[in-house]
């Protein structure tokens, strides 16, 4: 028999970024507000301490701080014709676990959207006529504007200590920064990091052809740096592991270092880790959400009341809670019903490599998350898509991440792929490679979705989440396109070799490619095609409130957690001003 | 300095008997009792106040400016304070170079040369140093190894604090774990990262305050200025004490070599 506790304003489900940002400001609101997190807690003292927090093989190969695929397997398929089939281990994506979530083992790349990616059909049946957008692509409007999340991306990027250099302050172009960018209300609060050699050569090769090239905005600190709530965070030393790896320096954004001290600090905020919720609990009609169940660290089933419930669990794992829990009404791709699921979206990601004489010293042993240089030209509708056939782009950029060594070894085309030709060839290209990222949107299509999988399960009984996906042939022809780009880009930087990575023929689960899984939860501005309103609340549940890119109806050519952070502020305002005034929908269907 | 420096011929004879076999090996050549001694070698490659023709190793330049102070002149020879195996001394004014990974101690002296590590010793010799110079040097001592004595443990609770602060830190006061960037137990990571263990506990000290209180500073991300700063005095003896107990990594040498 489930203990059930007493009630309480606000559950939060997962402790991650969105879920430090809301425990923060709906807290301090005045709400008592308990925090339930699946992991452990954990502090950049004592668990992420040098050296151990350096071991690529326990961190970045058997991904020690992440979803664990035993306890909560995820199925996939490409077509809704296929069976599909549980994954073993993590690959292409890798969901966090653990307090701050994958928020601490991230890059710290934090982008903001375009104007136009918010509007996305609007926009494009404006510039180009409205049998523009392939019917096969079910883009669409977000409900809210670049202008309305500016003052709220501006907070997230003050909290965060985010360092690079505007390009458009009300406005009025800046140089040095990126001119494609939505106009900003203010400066980066931190100047931008030190380019790297890779990101030099590449931003002269970039403007030597006509681009406008910027360093790329960072949560990797570039200086001490102090936060709206008296959070201090240290400066980067350019150590090479974030990505995947927690930071010892207290030198990355996470929720840890910058939301979480504020709301811990608040008596009306608890924390409970080792916390994994099974279900949000709904009254007999189906209208109103009671609360949550949650097995405990002890293996103990127990309820918590709560008059909100909001889902931080990372975007795609909210859209399975929902579909569990009957929140909202699920898509079926058969029949084009229902909206809970619909839309999963993903990134398409593409690369090419610059391969120099030895004397070309790139020393990219050094780096950080989001270290590189990129150029916006071909991102979103920054370019003219009218004689090409297609929507949407991506950045391109040279970043240095740090190449590690286990993983970090490109070689040239028609290297053997092992053996002692392989190995001398490592050795020969290792610090003599340069890599230029192309960073692309992915656009919807009706038979990309997330379900319940008929025969798999996870460990607490519940199904575990199925996703069929594959690239639009819209992705394709852009990737494509923009990779050629790229390879110009590559041409102009003047290695002796030049290699291309490009979209696998078929969406692959198996290698890495970035952990931007978005939609399933869209929102928007009409109930028949969204499942949140533009507050992020359930259409159909109205004190269940979703966060995560799970939200956006399809992805941008940019990383997610600057808007992530953004709508979290957006919906934490909403609710404190509008919602505990007059509980129930904040936007009449 | 450390009253006056050795005698010319003095700190030459100690060149010649510490460091001959070393250098031997280090030049490629026949091992201990073929070479010629040390001050023909010198001369005999080299004019005054220039370096051995290109083409000499790296580190066989910089034993010759070490010697003979290059630029600096004789005056500013650095065996006359480092010693010619680069130990130092534990009075805290001369710290141990033996072993320190080549781009710290180039950089230092570049630091010292542009003023961005004011000091009235180092900062006249470390000009008159030519960029050459500066790099031969450093191959040089990051290419020695020195005999480390162990300082008295001291105070046993003042011991285990210093090694608390170097292997987590104190977060709530906004200090690192010095091992994040030093390494485990002081070792260093070339070539930005000077290794700490057997260092003097006084020049550790001295340098640690003059961190916080903003003296020394580094023109890029002041690091080291945001850690120290959050260090007390108490923190600052317990780290000295703590790194000058440790053994410097014997095989620093490898790890040090520029290629
Ligand atoms: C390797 C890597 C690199 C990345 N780099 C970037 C980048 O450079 N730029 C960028 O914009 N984004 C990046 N991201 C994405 C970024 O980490 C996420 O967008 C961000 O963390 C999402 O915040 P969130 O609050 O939605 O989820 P998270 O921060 O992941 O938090 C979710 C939390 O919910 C918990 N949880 C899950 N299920 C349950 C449950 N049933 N019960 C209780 N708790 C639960 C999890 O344990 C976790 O702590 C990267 C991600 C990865 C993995």
């Known amino acids: 028999m489930a203990t059930t506790l007493r009630p309480v304003d606000v559950v939060l489900v997962g402790m991650g970024w969105t879920g430090g940002i809301l425990a923060k400001e709906l807290s301090e609101a005045g709400l008592r507000v308990v925090g339930l997190e699946r992991g452990r807690v954990r502090q950049t003292v004592p668990d992420f301490q040098s050296p151990a927090i350096h071991d690529e093989l326990r961190y ?21 014709d296929q069976e599909a089939l549980p994954m073993r281990q993590l690959g292409s994506f890798l969901p966090g676990t653990d307090l701050g979530g994958a928020g601490v083992h991230w890059n710290g790349q934090t982008w903001r959207f375009l104007p136009s990616d918010f509007r996305l059909r609007s926009h494009h049946e404006e510039r180009y006529g409205k049998g523009f957008i392939p019917e096969d692509l079910t883009v669409q409007d977000w409900g809210i ?95 090479g592991y974030c990505e995947r790896f927690a930071c010892e320096h207290f030198a990355k954004s996470s929720a840890q270092l910058c939301v979480l001290p504020a709301a811990l600090r608040n008596p009306n905020f608890e924390l409970r880790p080792l916390c994994h919720v099974t279900r949000v609990n709904l009254s007999p009609d189906g209208k109103r959400a009671t609360g949550v169940t949650y097995v405990d660290g002890q293996g103990r089933e127990t309820v918590q009341p709560a008059e909100i419930v909001i889902l931080c669990a990372f975007g795609i794992n909210n859209v399975r809670l929902m579909l569990w829990s009957g929140i909202g ?117 009706p038979t990309n979705y997330i379900s319940l999988d008929p025969t798999y399960r996870d460990a607490f009984g519940v199904p575990a989440m199925r996703i069929t996906y594959d690239f639009p042939e819209n992705d394709r022809k852009m990737s494509d396109f923009v990779t050629d780009r790229a390879l110009e880009i590559g041409k102009a930087m003047g290695g002796t070799q030049l290699s291309a990575s490009r979209l696998d023929k078929r969406y692959s ?56 952070g953004a709508l979290a502020y957006w919906t934490a305002k909403a609710i404190k001003e509008r919602y505990l005034k007059d509980p129930g929908p904040l936007v009449r269907a | 300095m450390r009253g006056r420096g050795p005698s010319w011929p003095a700190a030459l004879a100690l060149a010649t008997a510490a460091a001959l076999p070393a250098l031997a090996q280090q030049m490629g050549e026949p091992a201990r009792g073929q070479a010629p001694p040390l001050h023909e070698r010198v001369t005999r490659i080299t004019g005054p106040g220039s370096l051995p023709p290109p083409g000499t190793g790296l580190v066989q330049r910089g034993q010759y400016v070490m010697t003979s102070g290059g630029g600096a002149g004789i005056g500013g020879a650095c065996l006359s304070c480092h010693g010619v195996d680069g130990a130092g001394d534990p009075g ?63 105070d046993p609770s ?95 040498t490898a790890a040090a070599a520029p290629r």
Not at chain 1, 60 to 80: D, S
Not at chain 1, 170 to 199: C, D, I, V
Not at chain 1, 205 to 219: E, K, M, Q, R
Request: aromatic share 10%; with cysteine.
């Open chain 1, 145 to 239: 504007t670049y202008e309305e999340l500016e003052p709220f991306y501006d907070h997230f990027e003050k909290v965060c200590g985010i360092g690079g250099k505007a390009g458009n302050l009300n406005g009025t172009l800046q140089p040095g920064g990126n001119p494609f960018e939505g106009p900003r209300s203010g400066e980066f609060p931190n100047p931008p990091m030190k380019q790297a050699y890779s990101g030099a050569l590449f931003g002269k090769a970039a403007a030597g052809l006509g681009y406008t090239p910027f360093p790329v905005p960072s949560a990797n600190m570039t200086r001490e740096y102090t936060n709206p709530y008296g959070a201090t965070l240290k400066p980067c030393n350019y150590c």
């Open chain 2, 158 to 252: 003042l011991l285990q604090w210093g090694a608390v602060l170097n292997a987590v830190g104190s977060a709530e006061r906004g200090v690192q774990a010095c091992q994040n960037c030093h390494g485990p137990a002081g070792v260093g990571i070339p070539p930005n990262y000077p290794a700490l263990a057997g260092q003097h506990a006084a020049y550790l000290e001295r340098q640690l305050r003059l961190w916080r209180s903003g003296e020394r500073t580094q023109q890029t991300v002041n690091l080291m200025g945001t850690v120290a700063k959050g260090l007390t005095d108490q923190d600052i003896k317990a780290l000295s004490l703590y790194f000058a107990t440790l053994r410097p990594a014997q095989d620093a």
């Open chain 1, 509 to 564: 689960i198996v290698p890495y490619q970035t952990t931007h899984n978005t939609g399933g939860a869209i929102m928007g501005a009409d109930p028949g095609s969204s499942v949140v309103n533009r507050y992020l609340q359930s259409w159909d549940v109205p004190n269940v409130f979703v966060q995560g890119a799970c939200v956006y109806p399809q992805n941008p050519g940019y990383n997610p957690t600057g808007t992530v």
């Open chain 1, 329 to 445: 009404q699920a898509y079926d791709p058969a029949t084009g019903q229902g909206n809970v699921g619909r839309n999963y979206s993903y990134q398409t990601m593409s690369s090419v490599n610059v391969f120099y004489p030895e004397d070309v010293r790139l020393n990219q042993f050094m780096g950080a998350g989001a270290l590189g240089t990129a150029i916006d030209d071909y991102n979103g509708d920054n370019f003219d898509h009218g004689p090409l056939g297609f929507l949407g782009g991506g950045y391109i950029a040279a970043y240095t991440t740090g190449l590690r060594p286990i993983q970090g070894h490109s070689v040239p085309e028609g290297t053997p792929r092992w053996g002692a030709e392989w190995k001398a060839a490592v050795r020969r290209h290792y610090n003599h490679t340069a890599g230029i990222s192309v960073h692309g949107s992915s656009y919807t299509r």
């Open chain 2, 92 to 154: 805290g004014a001369f710290p141990r170079l033996a072993g320190q990974p080549a781009g710290y101690l180039e950089k230092t002296l570049r630091e010292y040369a542009d003023g961005t590590r004011p000091n009235p010793v180092m900062s006249p010799i470390a000009k008159a140093l030519s960029a050459e110079e500066k790099t031969a040097v450093a191959a040089y001592y990051a290419a020695q190894r020195a005999p480390y004595a162990r300082p008295p443990d001291g």
């Open chain 1, 60 to 80: 970045a190969v058997r991904h020690e701080l992440m979803q664990n695929m035993k306890v909560e397997p995820i199925t996939f398929r490409n077509t809704p």
